[in-house]
């Protein structure tokens, strides 16, 4: 059994071994099960080489010298010299052979880069000579039941996997590794299955199981587990690029981004059928009926990065996610990359420019839409019950209300005809005076100067929130208002009038009180009824200058550098009699140093009788009593009731039962819609260089034998015909490329090693029959079962064999190309975390919901564009969710993610990178999460029923392993605490701050900062984060 030496202590020593020693380079299939004397293929053989050595200056867009070298009809047809670059059958006269065997550098072909090895032109030499037929590549040809080959050791077979792999060993001599042991197995399948680790009881009642259906049993009891979706669902949100913010320079917050995670996790675990969870996806809001939760599956194509910086062409942004939509599905159900047809035909695959546009015409005919889901059916039944009963109290006081209205007819028209006379009465015209300063203060440090045009200039300290107190000579006439002129100056950011950065400023608020004395200890406050200015701020009205709310008030965005000014009204003339004072308040409480650099205030006198009315109100009483509308004698109605006593009373119960009103339980997420768009090519994939038109179509390659038809035959095919399409079971690629991606999650690499390029570029199937027989059955006999197809795979020999490293076969196999063995896989970023969490007891089991923000190392948030973003670390089982509920900020991810390789969603994701650095060790050891995890981990581990610490030491080493560790390796640890104890017993301030957030009570600090010490280290194994 390998020991811990192995795996732990100098974990930093032998990560950096392993980065310095690893040299070898992957060999492709066909190296590694190469055979004397095979039969050349043109897929196999010829195709890759010519992708590699000839199409970029041979190929569909250069075709150099008129050869093109990309079809049978091309190559062969006679050149421009006379010859023929390829003659089947012949070798002596094909041009191309001569032109890559010469030895003369000035006709030797490829010109550049190095010329083609012996055993290239030999291959050359031998497709020429047995008729240069071209074929169609392997991926593009439909996928017909392999035969099962013959096997001599049938005890070893399972399944029919099992067949194929066995038959390609015994073909090259080697034999299949034994099963792995039983600890292994069950830690194999929880960390593949549900991305937890099993507990000990859990193993050792694996271990004692020994019926034939034990392990068929743990299977099926995970892939029943809600745990299955979030472990499944993470490899499905990579695919789908999901993050939990916009991306570019902005990258704001995207509301209820996590409603499509939950749709995930939800589907996966109720084992959709993949047609249906492609289908849905892809148009879900074009089925019959859409559902809402249908319609909330397309946000699949609307995890696109979006940009809200201002001055953008959005043309160009919502082209370039149109550019991802494409590329995303053809990579995720295709294993196509077409990037580069965006701007000329491709150099390799059969994809033209043209036919990459015609994909894209099926997402330029989309539209980006905000839908509001229920947050659960159970939800959504109980509010409309609970509406209808609220609607009918509604009716009812609306009913008496409307009643009592009508009771005040008289006092309307009474009204009515008194201001009528006052409108006929003399007014006093408006006139503006100068204010009497007597002082000005600020309770912030800054200074008011008056100036000499009689405005006060506010220097010195600049505050994020300020108030300025004036007091003033009353004037000689009666007070009806003020006006309050922010001015520009030089010596202010952008010329002001605000003291802000941009030169803005918020008036929360402006007050005025009166007084007999100075001092101001008897205040009366003056109301101001209305306001008004020359220009306001969106969301930022002269109303709110006057309304008491410190987030809100008076601003002038975008039009700083510009004298503005703002007029306040009293509700009546405001007389004064001896001797009086004016306090005036400008309150400024917005913040960010949102205050008024510049500024001067008049008083105004004169009366308006109509001035303290809306204007709306104003305007219908100025109209000729025959000549108004019912519209405008409502607006009285309704003024004169807000002024009864009756009505204002029944009208503040009806405001107040309204505001009782149960909330929907709905949310806005952001989905996929129609559109009605034209598609044309664009030049060079420059949206600004539109050229010819092109129609709805996919790609020739791949439909020659599959034609895409649309559901009527009066209308042109949409995103349900392609998603339609894609999941026909004839289709040659969407089983093929989603059973090797299935396989990858399970083996850590696919049967094509190129997930995401099944073109002429990537690698070939190391077991072309088995991922055919997969691809086959996928769609037919399992019908489109995840589950099913996983259940498979997992229960065959191939999966449960030994990933122990085989030293006979480093020549013959060295990346385990044929499957002799399993392999060993370091889980991803995410699982790290939750592995720690589980086995400390900490982490939260709950499923689904909003993103939660873990401990952020300091300074992270920060780096967020104008530093606008707050990460608010989550309380309670908040702070302990799995890791897929993180919240993920695409331009400023959370550091721990991003070290163990999280991909940055700002692209689809078929298979993660798996890196081994000395920053992953140092992480585990010392960041916040991973000590909280040992300290709590120190509180399980010491609560347990044991006699000595070495029965301590070994259950937390079972909680990281699951195997039994072996008596060398506790006496390892149990060295560790005893040295531990020693430390902390002679660095109590150390032992104190170790176990800050868990104790264990009735310890000492000493004693429980050993075991924390010593457990971080357990947690640190490099077995507890690989699955075996």
């Excluded at 941009?502 to 200890?521: C, H, I, K, P, W």
């Excluded at 150390?990 to 868990?998: E, G, P, V, Y």
Aim: glycine letters at 4%; a neutral charge; hydrophobic letters at 40%.
């Amino acid at each position: 059994m390998r020991s811990i030496r192995d795996h732990l202590t100098v974990r930093l020593t032998i990560t950096c071994w392993i980065a310095l020693s690893m040299g070898g380079v992957i060999a492709d299939a066909a190296d590694a099960a190469k055979t004397p004397a095979r039969q050349v293929l043109f897929s196999r053989d010829i195709q890759p080489l010519l992708a590699r050595k000839c199409l970029v200056c041979h190929g569909p867009d250069e075709a150099e010298s008129g050869l093109r070298l990309d079809s049978a009809d091309r190559a062969y047809a006679k050149l421009e010299s006379g010859t023929r670059a390829i003659v089947p059958g012949k070798t002596a006269t094909s041009e191309l052979l001569r032109r890559i065997a010469t030895g003369d550098d000035s006709e030797r072909m490829p010109p550049e880069g190095d010329p083609l090895t012996e055993d290239e032109i030999s291959l050359f030499r031998q497709w020429i000579a047995g008729g240069a037929k071209y074929e169609t590549h392997w991926a593009y040809r439909q996928i017909l039941p392999p035969s099962l080959p013959t096997v001599k050791n049938s005890a070893w077979v399972r399944s029919p996997i099992d067949q194929i792999v066995l038959a390609r060993l015994q073909k090259m001599g080697i034999v299949p590794s034994p099963e792995a042991d039983r600890p292994t197995l069950i830690k194999r399948l929880y960390y593949d299955l549900i991305g937890l680790p099993p507990t000990p009881s859990e193993v050792d009642a694996f271990v004692a199981d020994v019926s034939p259906n034990a392990y068929q049993s743990v299977v099926e009891r995970l892939l029943k587990s809600e745990h299955f979706g979030e472990r499944w669902g993470r490899h499905w949100l990579d695919k789908a690029r999901y993050a939990d913010s916009d991306g570019y320079e902005k990258d704001r917050p995207r509301a209820n981004a996590w409603r499509y995670r939950d749709w995930v996790i939800e589907a996966i675990n109720q084992d959709m059928p993949f047609d249906q969870f492609t289908i849905e996806q892809l148009a879900g809001d074009l089925l019959p009926d859409a559902t809402s939760m249908q319609k909330l599956a397309t946000a699949f194509h609307r995890q696109t990065l979006t940009n809200t910086e201002g001055g953008t062409d959005q043309e160009q942004f919502r082209v370039e996610a149109t550019f991802d939509r494409t590329e995303t599905t053809a990579s995720v159900w295709m294993g196509l990359t077409m990037t580069c047809a965006r701007c000329h035909t491709h150099k390799y695959d059969k994809i033209s420019q043209r036919e990459y546009y015609q994909l894209f015409a099926f997402f330029n005919n989309s539209n980006e839409a905000n839908f509001a889901v229920p947050t659960s059916e159970e939800a959504m039944q109980e509010y409309l019950l609970e509406k209808s009963t609220h609607d009918e109290k509604v009716a009812a006081l609306e009913a008496e209300y409307t009643k009592a209205k009508k009771t005040i007819q008289p006092q309307v028209e009474a009204w009515v005809t008194e201001m009528e006379a006052k409108i006929n009465a003399s007014s006093v015209p408006l006139s503006f005076a100068a204010i009497e300063l007597i002082s000005a203060t600020a309770t912030s440090k800054a200074t008011l100067i008056q100036q000499d045009d009689g405005s006060l200039l506010v220097s010195g300290t600049v505050s994020d929130k300020d108030k300025y107190t004036l007091v003033v000579k009353v004037p000689a006439t009666p007070l009806t208002g003020l006006k309050l002129e922010v001015l520009t100056d030089d010596s202010l950011a952008k010329k002001g009038p605000g003291r802000a950065p941009n030169g803005n400023f918020v008036l929360s608020e402006l007050r005025v009180y009166s007084a007999t004395n100075q001092d101001f200890s008897q205040p009366q406050r003056i109301e101001l009824a209305t306001a008004e200015a020359n220009f306001s701020q969106d969301n930022f009205l002269p109303s709110g200058a006057i309304n008491s709310k410190d987030r809100t008030g008076w601003a002038i965005s975008p039009q700083m550098g510009k004298n503005h000014h703002i007029t306040m009204y009293t509700r009546a003339p405001v007389l004064f009699e001896g001797q009086h004072f004016l306090q005036i308040v400008l309150d400024q409480q917005y913040g960010g140093t949102h205050t008024i650099g510049r500024f001067r205030l008049t008083t105004m006198s004169g009366f308006d009788p109509l001035r303290a009315l809306s204007k709306d109100l104003a305007n219908a009483l100025r109209v000729e009593a025959a000549k108004r509308t019912d519209k405008q004698r409502q607006q009285f109605a309704d003024h004169v009731a807000s002024l009864d006593p009756t009505t204002v009373k029944l009208a503040n119960q009806l405001a107040e039962l309204k505001k009782k009103a149960p909330k929907s339980p709905t949310m806005s997420v952001r989905i996929i819609a129609s559109a009605d768009r034209k598609t044309r090519l664009l030049h060079r994939g420059d949206f600004l260089q539109p050229a010819d038109e092109v129609s709805i179509g996919v790609l020739a390659a791949v439909c020659d034998e599959h034609p895409l038809t649309a559901r009527s035959a009066d209308q042109k095919p949409d995103r349900l015909d392609l998603a339609s399409w894609l999941v026909k079971p004839e289709h040659p690629l969407t089983s093929r490329v989603v059973v090797n991606q299935v396989w990858a999650h399970l083996f850590g690499e696919g049967i094509v090693r190129t997930l995401n390029d099944f073109g002429v570029r990537g690698k070939l199937p190391t077991h072309p029959e088995l991922l055919d027989w997969l691809a086959y059955q996928f769609p037919r006999e399992l019908h489109w079962s995840r589950k099913e197809l996983i259940k498979m795979i997992v229960t065959s020999a191939t999966y449960r064999q030994s990933s122990r490293h085989r030293q006979e076969l480093d020549t013959i196999d060295p990346t385990n190309l044929l499957l002799s063995r399993q392999n060993r896989v370091r889980v991803e970023a995410e699982i790290v975390r939750d592995l720690s969490l589980s086995i400390s007891g900490l982490l939260s089991k709950k499923i689904g919901g909003s993103s939660v923000f873990p401990p952020l190392p300091a300074g992270v948030a920060e780096l967020s564009y104008a530093n606008s973003f707050k990460w608010s670390t989550s309380k309670g089982e908040d702070r302990y969710r799995r890791g897929l509920y993180t919240f993920f900020k695409r331009t400023s991810p959370h550091p721990t993610l991003i070290s163990f390789d999280c991909p940055d969603s700002n692209t689809t994701r078929l298979q993660r990178a798996s890196s081994n650095t000395p920053l992953q060790a140092l992480i585990m050891l010392n960041n916040d999460v991973f000590i909280e995890a040992a300290q709590a981990m120190t509180r399980r581990v010491l609560a347990e029923d044991s006699e000595n610490d070495v029965q301590r030491l070994t259950f937390a080493l079972r909680l990281c392993i699951a195997r039994q560790p072996s008596d060398a390796e506790v006496i390892r640890f149990h060295k560790l605490l005893v040295k531990s104890r020693a430390y902390y017993q002679s660095h109590p301030d150390d032992a104190t701050k170790l176990t800050a957030r868990h104790a264990v009570e009735g310890m000492s600090a000493a004693e429980n900062a050993a075991w924390v010490a010593t457990l971080r280290i357990v947690i640190n194994l490099d077995e507890f984060i690989v699955r075996g």
